[in-house]
């Protein structure tokens, strides 16, 4: 079972960068699709975006061109770079790990972290 921690959120202006980290424990990411996904208050958890096992990606389309997912199998972690940040990105971002080669189903994902907090300011 692998356990999953992330890492890299705060308050930035809009227009700023972040980047996300999940490190992973218990078993090696290189056998799971990893995803980010973000849930803002009183919305849904939403998927922002997936890689699969041999480092093919998909974003959801209102964050495509500004983020990017990416996976370092050898340090067991994965990350997410956000750039050209909206106040509409905040939210709380969760790292997850699924079973599947790939997968963009909340519900294939049956590994979570706790999640880490992402605010933009206008």
């Known amino acids: 079972q692998v356990q999953l921690v992330e890492s890299g959120g705060g308050l930035v202006q809009a227009g700023g960068s972040l980047r996300l980290s999940c490190a992973a424990s218990g078993r090696a990411i290189s056998s799971y699709a990893m995803g980010w996904f973000r849930q803002a208050p009183g919305k849904e958890r939403e998927l922002v975006a997936t890689i699969s096992w041999s480092g093919g990606t998909y974003y959801a389309d209102s964050v495509k061109g500004r983020f990017t997912i990416s996976r370092d199998n050898a340090k067991n972690t994965a990350y997410l770079q956000m750039n050209s940040l909206k106040p509409e990105d905040t939210a709380v971002y969760y790292c997850?790990?699924?079973?599947?080669?790939?997968?963009?189903?909340?519900?294939?994902?049956?590994?979570w972290g706790q999640g880490t907090q992402v605010t933009v300011s206008s």
């Open positions: 997850a790990a699924s079973n599947y080669y790939s997968s963009t189903r909340v519900g294939d994902y049956g590994y």
